[in-house]
Nanobody
Framework: QLKLVESGGDLVQPGGSLRLSCAAS????????MGWFRQAPGKEREGVGC????????YYGDSGEGRFTISRDNAKNTVNLEMNSLKPEDTAVYYC?????????????????????WGQGTLVTVSS
């Protein structure tokens, strides 16, 4: 059965960096668009970015543009989120998601509407 497990969340200081990972079991990810969401306390879920099946095309939300990098290692069946120059407003639970329709592509912000979250998320806290 499909299972996604996010990891790597931690307490970091403003300006710091963190690398999150999403490991999959029960499915091979290389034919699916993947993405990351985040949800801060009391706020609605926000799309962070998406990556196409091959890893050759990405899309980022406004919050992470220029600071965050999505990558994937299909050989390891994982998707990653590298976050740099972290700000307190980046504090949130971060979730990875999958578009269950295979062989699709990233198409701007439309990618988020198709993602289904299967993991429990990992908490990132940015504070001094």
């Amino acid at each position: 059965q499909l299972k996604l497990v996010e990891s790597g969340g931690d307490l970091v200081q403003p300006g710091g960096s963190l690398r999150l990972s999403c490991a999959a079991s029960g499915v091979t990810l290389d034919i699916y668009v993947m993405g990351w969401f985040r949800q801060a306390p009391g706020k609605e879920r926000e799309g962070v970015g998406c990556i196409n099946p091959s890893g050759g095309s990405t899309y980022y939300g406004d919050s992470g543009e220029g600071r965050f990098t999505i990558s994937r290692d299909n050989a390891k069946n994982t998707v990653n989120l590298e976050m740099n120059s972290l700000k307190p407003e980046d504090t949130a639970v971060y979730y990875c998601g999958l578009n269950p329709q295979p062989y699709t592509r990233v198409a701007g912000s439309d990618c988020y509407r198709y993602l289904e979250v299967w993991g429990q998320g990992t908490l990132v806290t940015v504070s001094s």
